[in-house]
């Protein structure tokens, strides 16, 4: 009786649906990691196909010691300037600079392994969860950071443009031309919230309907309490001294982390300017927007790319692409243990 009644319609019906489910879940999983995983494997056959494993091994062997440690001391201060970045746009709380350092190479690495930049939201969690920094204060502080970036590479894009003569394909020009565009844009329309927030809030509480919805939905209250404590922390931070230090600090930020792409390129035995090194680091930087898991296939594009504009060859370009990711992989993982190990101990000491 039991085997019949488990096996009657409405059972049926329920075991499908749970089996539907499960099917549409993993579906959506194996589309979500799809582009990611399969991106690198295309990149890496179309750049790769013709040049031999060997080859990328010797160049790694041949290396020189000394330009690749000089690469990791410029990869480190870049590290530091960036902590030191984020320290003076955090304002609810002061930071120790170590601990703050160790969070942020954190970041770092979860960013670099994460797909699609899905990993710049690690580091508001891990300061909330180490510093005990407020959410608002570090989305601010995160966003101040990146548009920073922005801006700098912008520049950058523009000196190279006119002190450089590339051979930009008119595909590359267009996409070159979109960022900057789409970058202003994004700059422009900040500049502009800013400047009319508290019309927009007048405007907003006049409508009547929407004002007592406002009231009614504890949701949106929520939503608005943080919100407002966001919009907050950017008041904070709209200070002249910040942005001046702000400013200071990226600047020393990018020309630690294009001294150390250029020192990696000599390391593994190329001659190349460092004007020239620039150019490929912003184009290897631009071409994150399609980052794959560990930044494998977008990197490699990237510097590619990079390399092919001033005037390598593709077998070198394929070379010194794959091996720079290495050696930077190695940088990132030798900062990310000191990090982790140190910043745990730290934990033990205090209880």
């Known amino acids: 009786m039991?085997?019949?009644?488990?096996?009657q319609k409405p059972y049926l019906s329920y075991?499908?649906?749970i089996f539907e489910n499960y099917r549409q879940a993993l579906i959506k999983n194996i589309v979500k990691w799809l582009f990611p995983v399969a991106l690198p494997c295309i990149i890496f056959w179309l750049l790769f196909s013709k040049t031999q494993p060997e080859v990328f091994w010797v160049a790694l062997k041949n290396a020189s010691f000394p330009w690749l440690a000089l690469g990791f001391i410029m990869y480190s201060a870049n590290q530091v300037f960036r902590t030191l970045r984020f320290q003076c746009l955090i304002h609810a709380v002061?930071?120790?600079t170590q601990q703050l350092f160790r969070v942020q190479s954190l970041y770092i690495f979860f960013n670099y392994m994460l797909p699609f930049r899905t990993g710049e939201a690690a580091y508001i969690y891990l300061a909330k969860r180490h510093l005990n920094i407020p959410v608002a204060n570090g989305i601010s502080s995160l966003v101040?950071?990146?548009?920073?970036?922005?801006f700098l590479l912008i520049v950058c894009c523009v000196v190279i443009t006119f002190c450089m003569k590339l051979n930009i394909t008119p595909l590359i020009n267009m996409l070159m031309k979109g960022g900057?565009?789409?970058s202003l844009v994004i700059i422009?329309?900040?500049?502009l919230f800013r400047k009319r927030r508290n019309k927009f809030f007048v405007w907003m509480k006049e409508r009547r309907s929407f004002h007592t919805l406002w009231q009614k939905s504890k949701l949106i209250q929520k939503f608005s309490g943080e919100f407002q404590k966001i919009i907050q922390s950017f008041r904070e931070i709209c200070t002249v001294r910040i942005a001046l230090q702000t400013a200071f600090y990226t600047l020393f930020t990018w020309l630690c982390i294009f001294l150390a792409f250029y020192m990696i390129t000599r390391g593994l035995g190329y001659s190349v300017g460092f004007l020239p090194m620039i150019a490929v680091s912003v184009i290897a930087v631009m071409s994150r927007a399609f980052q794959g898991i560990a930044d494998l296939g977008s990197h490699e594009i990237g510097?590619?790319?990079g390399l092919i504009l001033i005037g390598f060859s593709g077998k070198d370009a394929s070379i010194v692409s794959f091996s720079s990711h290495i050696i930077i992989l190695c940088y990132m993982l030798l900062v990310?243990?000191?990090s982790k190990v140190t910043l745990f101990s730290k934990k033990a000491l205090c209880r």
Do not use: H, Q
């Open 180 to 182: 900057i565009t789409f």
């Open 15 to 17: 075991v499908a649906m």
């Open 336 to 338: 990310t243990v000191y």
């Open 303 to 305: 510097w590619f790319g």
């Open 188 to 191: 422009a329309s900040f500049l």
């Open 94 to 96: 002061k930071p120790d």
């Open 2 to 7: 039991r085997i019949r009644f488990i096996f």
């Open 144 to 150: 101040a950071a990146r548009m920073s970036d922005y």
